[in-house]
């Protein structure tokens, strides 16, 4: 049977905790979803009719909400808010008053020209942890523009170090910056939360689409700070161990991760080639990386004459890291990704069962996030405002002034 919320949510961490998000698109929800996942009751609040505009992110073939929405929306509520109305933004305040978290990924100034501003919202509760993704940070030359995931890759360098050698900048397949933007608020929201239950307070969080990307750089900022070494495309390879890169067997391609001495003497003896273990070119960690294109032909001359699942019990059997290049479906179909809970049987539109990437982390001998269908655009605008202690004359009346709005059924 799927996952429901309420079958989940009072064991978790985080139940009885409000978010109301203001981001939208991916790092913003993703920030929600994890805290979603622990317990928190998560209440987009939207823009009316569109709400959030990754409602339109559709690919052929898509029917009802986005796949892409639904992945990073499930178990939220929805309610819509026109903040620029007067009575839009009193409707915010009063949900603020009784809320724990607040997050907003707008372009740096318009929450302060909107009137809600950290600092103004904290008044009306001064326990508020306020959490602000933009794209390059809240200072800088640089503060006031606006951030994409791409665009942030490029500027933080990770596109030049993305390919293959002597090729061109090459985008990762998947949002780093967006994804990791959306971890790293999560992360800032629970140390201001610790902080809280210590002092009572609350705090501002900020991080950026710039920060989650030049965090990726550790080891290439680490050779640069060093040297003053750039780094560069390397395929698959490690700019720092060889070998530790993907191989091509004769069905497919097999990762191998010599990152030790004990595992490179284990490759050579796998491979049947012990004498490499004296090669001058490879007999040193430093010899091996200086000479990785010999290497790597070496090794994908012996490995091409076998197949992906020969090779992988070969290297099982000797302790040496290895395993195959998955696609997506081979990555998701596997019982061991189903087996630490990062694919999970969530609710679907009209109860049926649906398929859904899981929280991260396992807690308490525990895989199973709370879940629960993505809502509709403002879905929840009556139901959250009647658990704020709004009477039913003023929801009707902010309904009529267009302030709010509600789905229909």
């Known amino acids: 049977m799927p996952v429901t919320n309420a079958e989940n949510i009072a064991h978790l961490p985080l139940a009885g905790v409000k978010v109301l998000e203001l981001s939208q698109i991916m790092a913003g929800p993703t920030c929600g979803l994890m805290l979603a996942d622990l317990g928190a009751e998560v209440i987009k609040v939207e823009k009316y009719p569109g709400g959030d505009d990754a409602r339109n992110y559709r690919q052929h073939g898509d029917n009802g909400l986005p796949p892409s929405f639904m992945m990073l929306n499930r178990g939220k509520k929805s309610i819509c808010i026109d903040l620029r109305t007067e009575q839009g933004r009193d409707t915010l305040k009063r949900l603020v008053s009784s809320a724990d978290i607040l997050t907003e990924n707008f372009r740096l100034g318009v929450m302060e020209k909107l009137g809600l501003s950290y600092d103004e919202l904290k008044k009306h509760n001064p326990a508020l942890i306020y959490c602000s993704i933009t794209g390059y940070g809240r200072t800088g030359p640089l503060a006031a523009k606006g951030g994409f995931d791409l665009i942030l890759q490029a500027f933080a360098g990770i596109l030049s170090v993305t390919g293959e050698v002597g090729g061109g900048p090459v985008k990762p397949g998947v949002s780093i910056a967006d994804v990791n933007a959306g971890i790293l608020a999560a992360f800032g929201i629970l140390g201001a939360y610790i902080h809280r239950l210590k002092s009572g307070t609350g705090q501002r969080v900020d991080t950026s689409l710039l920060q989650a990307s030049i965090q990726q750089t550790y080891w290439f900022a680490a050779g640069y700070f060093s040297s003053g070494q750039i780094g560069k495309p390397s395929g698959t390879a490690h700019p720092l161990i060889a070998p530790y890169q993907t191989f091509q067997c004769s069905n497919g391609q097999l990762a191998l991760g010599g990152a030790n001495h004990a595992n490179w003497v284990r490759i050579t003896e796998v491979l049947g080639h012990p004498e490499w273990q004296e090669d001058s070119r490879f007999n040193l960690p430093a010899q091996r ?79 199973s996030p709370a879940t629960g269908m993505p809502p509709r655009v403002g879905q929840h605008t009556t139901e959250v405002l009647r658990s704020a202690g709004f009477e039913e004359s003023e929801i009707a009346s902010l309904l009529a002034a267009g302030a709010v709005f509600e789905a229909q059924s």
């Open 289 to 367: 990386l200086a000479n990785r294109v010999d290497l790597e032909r070496l090794i994908n001359a012996v490995m091409s004459e076998r197949s992906v699942d020969d090779w992988l019990a070969r290297f099982d059997a000797a302790g040496v890291p290895a395993g195959p290049v998955q696609n997506i479906g081979q990555a998701l179909e596997h019982e061991q990704t189903r087996a630490v809970g990062m694919v999970i049987d969530a609710e679907g539109p009209g109860g049926q069962k649906q398929r859904a990437l899981g929280l991260p982390v396992i807690l308490d001998g525990q895989a």
